[in-house]
């Protein structure tokens, strides 16, 4: 073979795209068997020989192994020389052969390699420092003598090898060396196989296997590399291509050395490519096999479609001959079935229009549960539900069909209303029976429960629970009412109208008890005529205030207790009522739940409490209690200290009820006029005992003053009350407490100053003893006694906060009590004129009440420090003031000394 056959017949061989490599590579893949480093799969023996078995033992030649790719330049790291460490150094190991390594290898892994031992410091231990140049020594390169046209020479050599390049590149790779190791394992396998072989055959393959022997071992090796060194050297095998080499002269030594080369590769080539085709040519006749039987399977399947079209013909002709008549029968029976439940449709329709005029004349009769309980079998007739009314199934016993939905029939549009608006007028009669029934009882409860009784709860006098006592007829019937109002949806709407039904009951309780005109004149008669609605409506609200003021203090004083002793007994028969009413609808609802009232139950309960109604009472209630009271605001301030204490305490008792009741505080107005009532009986009281004491003093002869039992038991009572309340102080908020009888009978106004005749008992002691002391009483004195008794009884049992007033009012009585009745006596020239008036008994009179400064002082420090409800009030001077009244004794005392003897 010549020199240029050879090299086509290498090219040819060798080429990538139009070869046998091209076969190959588009083959199936190879079965390669695991490896423990899972690079490269040997190829998997089988004892089958199918086509297919043999074909895929072939396959998979293209497939690359992970390690066996060439490094590039870019994966090595770069390292300076002067890094002492091995630690983070590229983990790859270098390609070259370990066991022909010369030197000692526990110094370096690379032989001989003295670069190695100084960077990587394996001798040296203890060299910490940067290697310098006696650690590794310059090497000299010669100086390449390179001619001037080297440029046109390397151009020219590069364009000639540049073919055989690619196709070295294309085939030096583990991909094909792998393909040679299967196929050699390959040509193993079929050579050990137990199936007789023929001369030619056996020759061939003995043939084959010479060849493959040629080839070098190495080749097949699993680490094959080219790019490494040593393994290049092994290709080259003597070759010396004269790389170093770049002169004219050495290219024909170079060439030759390429050919000889490319010849020894084309060699090795042609052998692999000779036992393929031997390889693949053992297994043809098994693919001819395999495509004829794919023919007799497609023969088969032919005449098999040919049967199924017969059979499709057969079945479609007994569908017309047989099937067809049946279903044209059962046609006929479902159109008789349904004309059937047409007419049983009607005669529900019939059914219903029959049971609701039924419905009519039960509710004309006054028969109202019949009635409830015929419209809702009816309602179940109509939705077509025949499972939970027994009275829908002896009406639909003998019907052979299930009852049919006739909500949305038009014609029965008017008799579902109608069913509708009966329940509603059902519903009304019961709400109103059940109201009634309630309100009676409410009223039988009150006219049960005295005054008296009443009282004593507020003041705690007695704890009697009756309203919480029913009688068992009364629960049994509201139970029952409950249940039909239920039964007809309108429980909510009936408690909604019994809690209307609540304040409507206390607002007649209020209007019963207001003073009424019992006769009217034929003026006002006519000018009632005369006048519009609208200003006989002012009119009338102007006459009830005018009434309320016309009241005496006990008739207003008995309106209020009698009021607000029927309306608490009321609004506790409405909460007894509350509890009763929301036990039964909760046990009536929970013990027959639907679906709707389940979703809607938590919404349903808030309903159901009438607590709301019960509030809304009270503060109805307070808010006008409070504006009656608020009519009379001038005429309290007028009352005697004991009634106005008695005021003050049904009030106040009235509050605390209803906060027990209602559990909270609902308004501030009543007490705000409480508050105001209070402030405004101070500032009355407090001017009028100054108009008073002043009258008193102007109008005294200062002489001495009878003293009755129960005006000197006052005075003991101030005098202890400086340690604590006296007990018959505390008992005038006592409204169990029978007032005296001339206490009763006279009003203590400005106009009308006390009766002092009527309050004399039988008695001839003159004087009065406070303490240890004992001085002679006059009749003004007395009277400051009394105011002071008074102020003190107010300030026990008044709330803390006025006690600032209360002490002012006390203190400027004292002090205006001294400065009235110096100025009595006193001349124009400010000297006491003794033939006037009766000095001795005046100085007697402001002796005592300097006793009572300090009996004042004292008292009010008690209540000071006991009570929570004090406000910062001023300091008062009690000093200064005992010092005026010692300064006006013994003015009085030097005025009335006898004159010196001579």
Same mark, same amino acid.
């Given at each position: 073979?010549?020199?240029?056959?050879?090299?086509?017949?290498?090219?040819?061989?060798?080429?990538?795209?139009?070869? *046998?490599?091209?076969?190959?590579?588009?083959?199936?893949?190879?079965?390669?068997?695991?490896?423990?480093?899972?690079?490269?799969?040997?190829?998997?023996?089988?004892?089958?020989?199918?086509?297919?078995?043999?074909?895929?033992?072939?396959?998979?030649?293209?497939?690359?192994?992970?390690?066996?790719?060439?490094?590039?330049?870019?994966?090595?790291?770069?390292?300076?020389?002067?890094?002492?460490? +091995? $630690?983070?150094?590229?983990?790859?190991?270098?390609?070259?052969?370990?066991? #022909?390594?010369?030197?000692?290898?526990?110094?370096?892994?690379?032989?001989?390699?003295?670069?190695?031992?100084?960077?990587?410091?394996?001798?040296?231990?203890?060299?910490?420092?940067?290697?310098? +140049?006696?650690?590794?020594?310059?090497?000299?390169?010669?100086?390449?003598?390179?001619?001037?046209?080297?440029?046109?020479?390397?151009?020219?050599? *590069?364009?000639?090898?540049?073919?055989?390049?690619?196709?070295?590149?294309?085939?030096?790779?583990?991909?094909? $060396?792998?393909? $040679?190791?299967?196929?050699?394992?390959?040509?193993?396998?079929?050579?050990?196989?137990?199936?007789?072989?023929?001369?030619?055959?056996?020759?061939? #393959?003995?043939?084959?296997?010479?060849?493959?022997?040629?080839?070098?071992?190495?080749?097949?090796?699993?680490?094959?590399?080219?790019? #490494?060194?040593?393994?290049?050297?092994?290709?080259?095998?003597?070759?010396?291509?004269?790389?170093?080499?770049?002169?004219?002269?050495?290219?024909?030594?170079?060439?030759?050395?390429?050919?000889?080369?490319?010849?020894? =590769?084309?060699?090795?080539?042609?052998?692999?490519?000779?036992?393929?085709?031997?390889?693949?040519?053992?297994?043809?006749?098994?693919?001819?096999?395999?495509?004829?039987?794919?023919?007799?399977?497609?023969?088969?399947?032919?005449?098999? *479609?040919?049967?199924?079209?017969?059979?499709?013909?057969?079945?479609?002709?007994?569908?017309?001959?047989?099937?067809?008549?049946?279903?044209?029968?059962?046609?006929? *029976?479902?159109?008789?079935?349904?004309?059937?439940?047409?007419?049983?449709?009607?005669?529900?329709?019939?059914?219903?229009?029959?049971?609701?005029?039924?419905?009519?004349?039960?509710?004309?009769?006054?028969?109202?549960?019949?009635? =409830?309980?015929?419209?809702?079998?009816?309602?179940?007739?109509?939705?077509?539900?025949?499972?939970?009314?027994?009275?829908?199934?002896?009406?639909?016993?003998?019907?052979?069909?299930?009852? +049919?939905?006739?909500?949305?029939?038009?014609?029965?549009?008017?008799?579902?209303?109608? =069913?509708?608006?009966?329940?509603?007028?059902?519903?009304?009669?019961?709400?109103?029976? =059940?109201?009634?029934?309630?309100?009676?009882?409410?009223?039988?409860?009150?006219?049960?429960?005295s005054v008296n009784e009443t009282l004593g709860r507020f003041q705690n006098v007695s704890s009697p629970r009756k309203f919480l006592e029913m009688d068992s007829d009364v629960i049994s019937t509201v139970k029952g009412l409950i249940h039909q109002l239920r039964r007809c949806e309108e429980l909510a709407s009936s408690l909604e109208l019994y809690r209307e039904k609540c304040v409507t009951e206390v607002k007649s309780i209020i209007k019963r008890h207001l003073p009424q005109k019992h006769s009217t004149s034929p003026v006002e008669e006519q000018d009632a005529g005369e006048h519009p609605r609208s200003q006989q409506s002012v009119s009338s609200g102007s006459k009830l205030s005018r009434l309320i003021r016309e009241q005496t203090p006990a008739e207003f004083q008995e309106m209020l207790v009698t009021i607000f002793t029927r309306s608490s007994e009321a609004l506790r028969r409405f909460s007894r009522h509350q509890k009763l009413l929301l036990d039964l609808s909760l046990s009536e609802i929970t013990s027959t739940p639907t679906s709707q009232e389940s979703d809607n139950q938590q919404s349903m309960i808030i309903q159901l409490d009438i607590r709301s109604g019960i509030n809304e009472t009270i503060k109805i209630l307070q808010l006008r209690m409070g504006k009656i009271i608020a009519v009379r605001r001038e005429l309290t301030a007028t009352l005697r200290f004991d009634h106005f204490l008695k005021l003050y305490t049904i009030c106040v008792l009235f509050i605390q009820e209803c906060e027990a009741v209602s559990g909270e505080f609902l308004t501030k107005y009543f007490s705000d006029v409480l508050a105001a009532q209070i402030k405004n009986y101070i500032s009355a009281q407090g001017a009028r005992n100054m108009r008073a004491i002043q009258s008193k003093i102007d109008a005294e002869k200062w002489i001495p003053f009878i003293v009755d039992r129960r005006i000197q038991k006052d005075v003991n009572d101030i005098v202890s009350s400086v340690d604590l309340d006296p007990l018959d102080w505390v008992q005038y908020s006592d409204l169990l407490r029978p007032s005296h009888t001339a206490e009763d009978a006279s009003d203590a106004t400005e106009d009308q100053p006390p009766n002092d005749s009527a309050n004399k008992q039988l008695g001839h002691r003159k004087s009065v003893v406070v303490g240890d002391k004992t001085f002679v009483a006059s009749d003004a004195l007395l009277t400051c006694i009394r105011m002071i008794k008074e102020i003190f009884i107010l300030s026990t049992n008044l709330p803390g906060a006025y006690l600032a007033n209360f002490e002012k009012m006390a203190y400027d009585l004292l002090k205006q009590f001294n400065t009235f009745a110096m100025d009595s006596v006193t001349l124009p020239d400010k000297t006491l004129s003794k033939s006037a008036k009766n000095l001795s008994i005046m100085g007697e009179s402001l002796d005592c009440l300097a006793e009572f400064v300090l009996i004042v002082q004292r008292f009010y420090q008690r209540l000071f420090n006991f009570s929570r409800e004090t406000a910062p009030h001023e300091q008062l001077n009690y000093s200064l003031l005992l010092q005026k009244y010692q300064a006006s004794a013994e003015k009085i005392y030097q005025a009335n000394a006898p004159p010196p003897p001579v």
């Open positions: 073979m010549s020199k240029v056959e050879d090299e086509s017949h290498a090219n040819n061989i060798l080429a990538p795209e139009d070869t *046998v490599l091209e076969t190959v590579e588009s083959a199936p893949k190879i079965i390669v068997p695991e490896s423990t480093d899972k690079h490269i799969r040997s190829p998997s023996i089988d004892d089958s020989t199918s086509l297919n078995d043999d074909l895929l033992s072939v396959s998979g030649s293209n497939a690359r192994p992970l390690d066996s790719s060439r490094m590039s330049l870019d994966s090595y790291s770069v390292r300076r020389s002067f890094d002492s460490s +091995v $630690m983070g150094r590229h983990s790859r190991s270098f390609g070259f052969d370990k066991e #022909n390594h010369s030197g000692s290898m526990e110094y370096s892994p690379l032989g001989n390699n003295s670069i190695y031992e100084i960077v990587m410091n394996t001798r040296r231990k203890d060299w910490l420092a940067y290697p310098t +140049v006696n650690d590794i020594p310059p090497v000299s390169l010669s100086k390449p003598v390179i001619e001037d046209c080297w440029k046109k020479a390397v151009k020219q050599y *590069v364009a000639e090898v540049k073919y055989e390049s690619s196709i070295f590149e294309s085939t030096s790779n583990l991909r094909t $060396m792998t393909r $040679m190791e299967q196929l050699r394992q390959l040509e193993k396998f079929d050579t050990s196989s137990p199936e007789v072989a023929t001369d030619e055959s056996v020759s061939e #393959n003995a043939d084959n296997a010479r060849e493959l022997d040629e080839v070098p071992s190495f080749y097949f090796e699993k680490d094959f590399q080219l790019d #490494n060194p040593r393994t290049f050297h092994r290709v080259l095998k003597g070759i010396d291509l004269q790389l170093s080499s770049l002169t004219l002269g050495d290219q024909t030594r170079r060439d030759e050395a390429h050919f000889e080369l490319k010849d020894r =590769l084309n060699y090795y080539l042609d052998t692999v490519e000779n036992l393929l085709v031997a390889e693949i040519s053992k297994s043809s006749h098994k693919f001819f096999h395999a495509l004829a039987d794919v023919d007799q399977i497609q023969q088969k399947a032919e005449s098999t *479609v040919a049967e199924l079209d017969k059979l499709t013909e057969a079945v479609e002709i007994a569908d017309r001959e047989r099937i067809r008549k049946r279903i044209d029968s059962l046609q006929k *029976v479902f159109k008789r079935k349904n004309v059937q439940k047409l007419e049983q449709g009607l005669l529900q329709v019939k059914q219903v229009l029959a049971r609701l005029e039924q419905c009519k004349e039960l509710y004309g009769k006054g028969e109202l549960e019949q009635c =409830l309980d015929l419209i809702g079998s009816v309602d179940c007739l109509i939705k077509g539900d025949d499972f939970h009314d027994q009275t829908v199934q002896r009406w639909v016993a003998d019907w052979p069909y299930k009852l +049919v939905d006739l909500k949305s029939v038009p014609a029965l549009t008017e008799a579902r209303e109608f =069913l509708t608006n009966l329940m509603i007028e059902i519903g009304g009669k019961f709400s109103l029976q =059940l109201c009634e029934i309630l309100l009676k009882d409410v009223e039988a409860y009150c006219e049960s429960v």
